[in-house]
């Protein structure tokens, strides 16, 4: 596409957006006022299909196909991470996986160790909680994601490896993408399904995109 093609597709694009926003912004109501008519529909569309939290029920279902997009930008992030930072032919990752545990003070690594299970099931906790009140599959996943490399951190990367095996995270991954995705475009008022899915996606992205940097990390340590 030439430039002077470029800037048409722009400011076309532009100004039909630009009068979009006017058109919508003439039409809010005041202010500070008592008056809020997407609040009173979105808290009566919750109810109706019996929903406690009802931002879950605007984010699982009444905008449910925008969350299926979000869902599937951290997708295509993960996976963007892990074909940049993918091992080439000419590093050798088989002296990076015979690192043993480091050399740090026990009571550091019995903390990490002590806090995996807590972080594990706080996570788990705030996935299924979502639906009910405040936290949700995106918050919990990060803290699942998160907990795993509590090992890591307590010093011993080979045990990380052993708790985190890449081919299931990369399959549970794509299972929970397309569970959301049949859940978003087929179903209606499935919060609580589709919030697991959330969960499970974000957490497995979580441990992948850290997998390789770690991986990328140890390739260039054992290279130095």
Known sequence: MSRPLRMVVFWVGGIGVGVLFVLAAVRLPGFGGDLHPY???????????????????????????????????????????????????????????H??????????????????????????????????????????????????????????????ARVRPLPLFEGAEALAAGAFVVLGLGFAGQVTPMNAAVGLEVGCAVVLVLAKFFEQALVVRSAS
Not at 58 to 79: H, K, M
């Open 39 to 97: 609040g009173a529909r979105a808290v009566s569309a919750g109810l109706a299909r019996h929903t406690p939290n009802i931002v879950s029920s605007i984010n699982f279902d009444q905008r449910a196909l925008d969350t299926v997009g979000e869902e599937l930008i951290l997708l295509a992030a993960a996976l963007g991470a892990v074909l940049l930072l993918r091992t080439t032919s000419r590093e050798s990752e088989e002296s990076a996986r």
């Open 99 to 160: 690192y043993g545990p480091a050399e740090i003070f026990d009571l550091l690594r019995l903390t990490g160790y002590v806090l995996l299970p807590v972080g594990v099931v706080t996570g788990i906790y705030i996935v299924a909680h979502g639906y009910l009140s405040p936290g949700g599959g995106f918050q919990g996943g990060v803290v699942l994601g998160s907990a795993i490399h509590l090992v890591y951190l307590a010093g011993d990367y080979p045990a990380l």
